[in-house]
């Protein structure tokens, strides 16, 4: 169990740490000389059944606040220090509301200095605590009357300690993967760079590699843990919960780490910019204004940033709300981490709250629907909210992104995916995980476009795949759609006829007219296949006006017959076929195609040019068989290129 002090400058916090472990937490030479606490310290003491205290030591000057929040991020159990004589002070007060805010509600107070005075006072003092603590999350919490100087009351302390300790359960966050904030760094001979902190979660073990983020350099550090402590013992494992102490080698300089940084597994090192959580004013605080500048303590970190408001235009003492941090720097978080905001004085808190989602939409921020799952997202029930995200998202949720905001082991992952009856698909790396109702409204959806488009262009062959991708669903991943079609075209609910997708009940007739005058005019697009004759050159060669050569050109391409390249440039299927054969080879080859190559290949003879063969790698850009890098056109690696091959 990991104990934090707090409590108002010279209440004994310090002495009292020293009386319970024997260990001066003061370590600089500054804090020896004045008396004070200015940095954390760290202290352990063994117990009986072999386990061990660890104590982070914090300041209690007004001035070092953040170095409080510091120690106090990961703690399990607070011991608020008050001196009888003086009472609850201004930090006493400060700290107390930081605690609650942080969300720690175990704790005890040792009421300080009880031999130095009278017995009335000490009444008087006992009954300034219970006030104080009315209301707050340590209410009715055990105070221990001692004295930290002469000994007396600190055994019952520490049996106390040690029976909280006894009935402290491992943190269920050690089933995921490991992070641990940074509080302290120091190089030690033999060991090289070493960091200290609190593990928020999982495990780590000598060997293992970390990733160390974020970092100035613009990226993460990579390291190898060469060695630990854990609650100040040689160990060959750490967990959640633990004061751990990490040898750490990499290609880093020691002056490359600080505190406010993480350790964590590389899975999970995602900086992050902003994020979505919820807040709390502390009653007697002044209203939380929108876009107000503040200070953000998260993890051991202190970053300025702004508080935009989302379902409020003003929050009073006392009052929730739900927010967006915008950080000044990039940072790491988790879902469930607690952030506390101070003003940009750092004189006051200002609020304190919860991250609820790293991962916030650009995008309509305040809609009814965001607001309904932020408010979901509150409540730590993974599974409601999977459902609610699963519901509001026809594109599917990223359950790769999904499993690193909360932290879930794969296994644990795969659990809930089970359990919420999730339809999952994979994309590249990822995974997108779908609702049934919402796969079959996906489904509902493409079939109900094709059929307005039938309606809207019965003389259609029916639409291409990447077009009806957009008419169904514009941000779902191409490889989701792909597997809805081949769903549909499988159930016989979807037919395909060349690159055109349609109803199975959809056909289209081209008339006996439109036949014999295309007999007449296909020739003429035969005899050069890949620079086949435009619209006013057929006019010329055949005498058929132009505007009648369009519009049946035009038809015929609706039924599949031609495809309409450029402007009033139509090829035959067969030609387009063959040019994206082309087209792949020189791709697998080259590694792309580019018109110059394209142009040596189809145009040997002369009868075409590069502007020709640019416009045949654009039309295939178009329609969605390659993409465009610069000036070179590759065909797409996610299957695409080759089922329009395929089906042509």
């Excluded at 805010?101 to 009278?118: M, Q």
């Excluded at 935009?308 to 003003?314: F, Q, Y």
């Excluded at 142009?599 to 654009?618: F, H, W």
Aim: hydrophobic share 50%; proline share 4%.
């Amino acid at each position: 169990m990991i104990v934090g002090t707090a409590g108002h400058i010279d209440h004994g916090k310090t002495t009292l740490v020293k009386a319970l472990t024997g260990v001066d937490a003061d370590r600089l030479p500054e804090e020896k000389a004045r008396g004070i606490t200015l940095d954390l310290g760290y202290a352990y003491a063994p117990l009986a059944d072999g386990s061990v205290l660890g104590f982070v030591d914090v300041p209690g000057h007004e001035k070092l606040v953040r170095t409080m929040l510091a120690g106090a991020t990961g703690i399990d159990f607070v011991l608020l220090v008050i001196a009888a004589d003086d009472g609850p002070m201004p930090q006493t007060r400060e700290h107390l509301e930081l605690l609650d805010l942080l969300g720690i509600t175990r704790g005890a107070v040792a009421l300080n200095k009880v031999d130095a005075v009278s017995p009335q006072r000490f009444a008087e003092a006992q009954a300034e605590v219970e006030a104080l603590l009315t209301g707050t999350a340590l209410a009715g919490c055990p105070l221990f009357p001692l004295s930290a100087k002469s000994g007396e009351g600190v055994a019952a302390l520490l049996a106390h300690l040690a029976a909280e300790a006894a009935r402290t359960e491992a943190r269920e966050a050690a089933q995921g993967r490991f992070r641990l904030a940074i509080d302290r760094c120091f190089s030690l001979a033999g060991a090289g760079t070493v960091v200290t902190g609190t593990a928020h979660a999982g495990k780590v073990g000598a060997g293992d590699t970390v990733t160390i983020a974020p970092s100035a350099r613009g990226g993460p550090l990579r390291a190898r843990v060469r060695s630990l402590h854990v609650q100040d013992r040689p160990a060959p494992q750490g967990a959640a919960g633990e004061r751990i102490a990490l040898a750490l080698s990499g290609n880093f300089a020691k002056g490359e780490i600080a505190r406010g940084m993480w350790v964590v597994d590389p899975a999970l090192a995602v900086p992050l910019l902003r994020f979505h959580g919820e807040l709390r004013v502390p009653a007697g605080q002044a209203p939380l204004r929108h876009l107000q500048n503040v200070h953000v303590h998260l993890g051991t970190e202190d970053i300025m940033g702004r508080v935009a408001l989302l379902d409020c235009a003003e929050t009073g003492p006392g009052a929730t709300a739900l927010v967006e941090i915008l950080l000044e720097r990039e940072t790491l978080a988790l879902r469930g981490d607690r952030f506390v905001l101070r003003d940009a004085g750092a004189q006051r808190t200002v609020a304190g709250g919860r991250v609820l989602d790293i991962f916030p939409p650009a995008r309509h921020k305040r809609s009814a629907e965001r607001l309904a799952l932020l408010g979901a997202l509150r409540a730590d029930d993974l599974l409601a909210a999977l459902e609610l995200m699963t519901r509001q998202g026809l594109a599917g949720v990223d359950l790769e992104r999904l499993a690193v905001a909360w932290n879930l082991a794969p296994a644990q992952a795969d659990a809930l995916w089970l359990r919420a009856g999730l339809r999952q698909v994979r994309v590249g790396e990822a995974r997108l995980g779908f609702a049934a109702v919402s796969w079959a409204a996906l489904e509902t959806r493409l079939l109900d476009a094709l059929a307005r488009e039938h309606e809207r262009a019965p003389d259609l062959a029916g639409v291409e795949r990447e077009r009806l991708r957009r008419m169904t669903a514009a941000n779902l991943p191409r490889a989701a759609f792909d597997v809805l079609v081949g769903e549909l075209l499988a159930a016989a609910s979807l037919a395909q006829t060349r690159a055109w997708l349609h109803l199975p009940s959809h056909a289209v007739s081209v008339s006996a007219a439109d036949r014999d005058l295309f007999a007449v005019l296909k020739p003429l697009l035969d005899a050069q296949p890949f620079n086949p004759p435009r619209v006013r050159d057929v006019f010329r060669a055949s005498g058929t006006p132009e505007d009648t050569v369009r519009q049946l050109y035009r038809r015929m391409a609706r039924g599949g017959e031609l495809y309409p390249v450029a402007h009033d440039h139509f090829f035959t299927a067969a030609a387009v076929a063959d040019l994206a054969a082309i087209v792949a080879r020189l791709s697998a080859e080259k590694g792309a195609a580019r018109a110059a190559d394209l142009r040596n290949l189809i145009y040997a003879d002369g009868s075409g040019g590069r502007k020709v063969a640019i416009q045949i790698l654009e039309f295939f850009d178009r329609i969605g068989y390659t993409r465009r890098v610069r000036d070179e056109h590759v065909v797409r690696a996610n299957g695409a290129g080759q089922a329009w091959m395929d089906n042509n």
